[in-house]
């Protein structure tokens, strides 16, 4: 088995440093087996976030070569190895200590979202009657493992760390399966554009990139909603009825 | 290093006290819904769990919850859906338990669709229902092959609206009792490392399984049978721990994944399973009991796949226990695949359907995706290699069937850290409607516990006690400065041990091996040292965990030597025949007043008559 370098970041809230080890690169191996392997043998307290280790439960986020991936579903066979692999921590979150940061704001957001609300039922035994069809679109935003991967990459909250006024792709795609479900009755539109800046996404595209899920987070989320904002809020013709009916 | 540096960092900590009217520990399916409930009935709740909301290990689940709604088959109904459980649990399960979760399983599915559940759909715009090993017809409702994540997001999302206090990355590493009574919790927060007491009338666990005292298994860090060791030095009685469900498919290759599961789905959709010459291998050996319910012939077992009312299911959808088994029987004769599994092929349905491709990229998406990512194989192409993996624990706390309360007052258990339901065998698509049925019912019983008998009293010296528990492997230290030896190394032998001596295929002279070597492993886990500070430092966390492995493993080991027998997911080569004298009685391991282990039998309560009668008329 060849050996290879891996340059993890160590350190917590304070600072903290790149450190290399050295571990076995067996085949197949993904980056989270390196990590293990190091952490059982040469570092015991690396602190690292994981779970299920199939691409399922989606907590063990990191940077890898600086892209945002999932380290249980990233292969050392598609990493060059000739170089030492940096890993790092998510850095559009606060460090908690090594790989693990603080995700604690993405938890408080999603409760500013108004929940499921279930307009009245089809059937006398209180169910609802769907076409396959129309659940399909939210189901591709359920399959959201909460990763967070997103919100790491989205420029609005990385660089410009506007997380007080902007709910993050996460969330959108949050509202966009609440929107889109045909059972669900509640309007979240207003709080879209006054209290979750959908305005702020301009559209780059990034978090759709580095969705380990394939959701296509922009075209099929983002750009419906910001449609109906703009329905909504800047339809001429809609506007002009609002100032007579006083909305 | 044990410097003084780091000593004082460790007991600077301070204990925070937490207090509430029902503390529920683990926040999967079962723990979510149980916090639900509890809070529902008016009291405060406490949920904790040891990784983040919605990461618990339900999300693993894939194929779906099983209910009978007779949504695709109008035959279907609770008592059919109970007889299959039975007989897929050889009889010994809690009847009442396999009852009231026929009865009541089809509401938990539709009240998870009016918390905002999006399943998949009939033609006529119900809930779907998919077919699945054991069970007589389509039953699974689902969402696609993720199904877990869509139960555990529903209730998460639903239950964060509920003034429920989450207490995410906590470990519990002590229930604290007045008297005969569970009266809260003692643990620490994971990302600090700070010692915290929760105080409350009433304790639901909700811990799930044990699968990683096993090398190969599906399950995550998380499996360590905390649940299990709690009650079980609680006072609590353990049933049943013998019956461990080794899934018949895990991937077998990239080395790394081994374990990963294979969703059974690949088989209700018409996988096949063959061994290296190209043998459709299952055919070979069909139980008794099982006989007038399976396809003659492979056409007919793909006609069942594609709905025929009119045929038979295919071997392939017989029990798990027994498919494991037919799997590990062609490994060991020399058929296996290369990398000492067997082959699932779906993708042999394009000989039957024109658009198979799309079809199973439809059908099985996170399979698609998986193979692809972490094996490189389409499996639209290629067939998929797969063995046994460790995937679920049918023993547990044994609960009162209606309340779930342990034989401890105030303690309450639901889900996979709870037997009863599943007796020998669980049958796929049990597990998800298992969680929410109980959850419910511990919720709704643990918030009536402690309303009638309010909070208890905590003795100092208890939490003293525990807290002392919590600092010991930091003052021991690394080996390297003359302290204890690392957790992970203690682990590792233990998973390598059960796996090879009291795994798929057992005898009596392995496992009387593995319980000497638990005793030792016990005396090492005892002394483990670790570096670093309490701030998320995994190598501790660990070492808290270790114990709570060795309490599970005894109890697997001691329940499995007792049964001489073959039953269910117990196989012994020894005694490779089910014994009828072995179908009376449920073995229980209970803490002794010297501190060991205990085991009995307790004869099964005589079924209800009307209950019998259901399982005659489906025979």
Known sequence: MAKATFRIWRGDAKGGELRDYVTEAGEGMVVLDAVHAIQAEQANDMAVRWNCKAGKCGSCSAEINGMPKLMCMTRLSDLDLTQPVTIEPMRAFPSIRDLVTDVSWNF???????????????????????????????????KCIECFLCQDVCHVIRDHGKNDEFIGPRFLVYTAALEMNPIDSADRVSDLKHKHGIGYCNITKCCTKVCPEHITITDNAIIPLKERVADRFYDPVKRLFRVFRGG | MATAATVATVSAGQIQTHEHDVIVIGAGGAGLRAAIEASAAGASVGLICKSLLGKAHTVMAEGGMAAAMANVDDRDSWKVHFADTMRGGQYINNWRMAELHAQEAPARVRELEAWGAVFDRTKDGKILQRNFGGHRYPRLAHVGDRTGLEMIRTLQDHGIHRGITVYMEHTVTTLLKDGERVVGAFGYDRERGFARVFRSG???????GIGRAFKITSNSWEYTGDGHALAYHAGAELMDMEFVQFH??????????????????????????????????????????????????????????????????????????????????????????????????????????????????????????????????????EPMEVGPTTHYVMGGVRVDGDSQMSTVPGLFAAGEVAAGLHGANRLGGNSLSDLVVFGKRAGEHAAKFAKERGAGTVRPDQIEAAARGLLEPFERGASAAGGGEGPYKVQYELQDMMQEKVGIVRNEADMQAALAGIEALKGRAAKVGVVGNREYNPGWHTA????????????????????????????????????????????????????????????????????????????
């Open chain 1, 108 to 142: 408080r957001v999603k409760k500013t979202i108004t929940p499921f609300t279930p307009r009245p039922a089809d059937a006398a035994d209180g169910t609802w009657r769907v076409d396959q069809a129309d659940v399909e679109r939210p189901q591709e935003f359920r």
């Open chain 2, 202 to 208: 009433a304790v639901v666990l909700a811990t799930g």
């Open chain 2, 248 to 381: 018949p498919t895990g991937m077998v290759w990239p080395l790394s994944v081994k374990g990963i599961l294979v969703t059974e789905g690949v088989r209700g959709e018409g996988g096949v399973l063959r061994n290296k010459d190209g043998k459709r291998f299952m055919f070979d050996d069909i139980p008794e009991n099982y006989r007038n319910q399976t396809a003659k012939d492979p056409e007919e077992g793909w006609r069942y796949t594609q709905g025929d009312k009119s045929a038979n299911r295919p071997p392939e959808l017989l029990t798990r226990d027994h498919v494991a088994r037919c799997i590990n029987r062609e490994v060991r004769a020399g058929r296996g695949s290369p990398h000492g599994g067997v082959f699932l092929d779906i993708a042999w349905i394009k000989e039957k359907l024109p658009n198979a491709r799309e079809h199973i990229k439809k059908k099985l998406p996170s399979m698609y995706h998986q193979f692809m990512q972490l094996a490189g194989l389409d499996i639209t192409v």
């Open chain 2, 544 to 619: 808290m965990d270790l114990p709570n492995l060795l309490t599970c493993s005894e109890a697997v080991t001691r329940c499995a030597i007792e049964r001489k027998e073959s039953r269910g997911g117990h196989f012994r080569e020894d005694f490779e025949q089910k014994d009828p004298k072995f179908a009376s009685f449920n073995n229980i391991v209970k803490k002794g007043p010297d501190g060991n282990m205990r085991l009995e039998r307790r004869p099964i309560p005589e079924m209800r008559a009307d209950l019998k009668q259901i399982i005659e008329e489906n025979k």
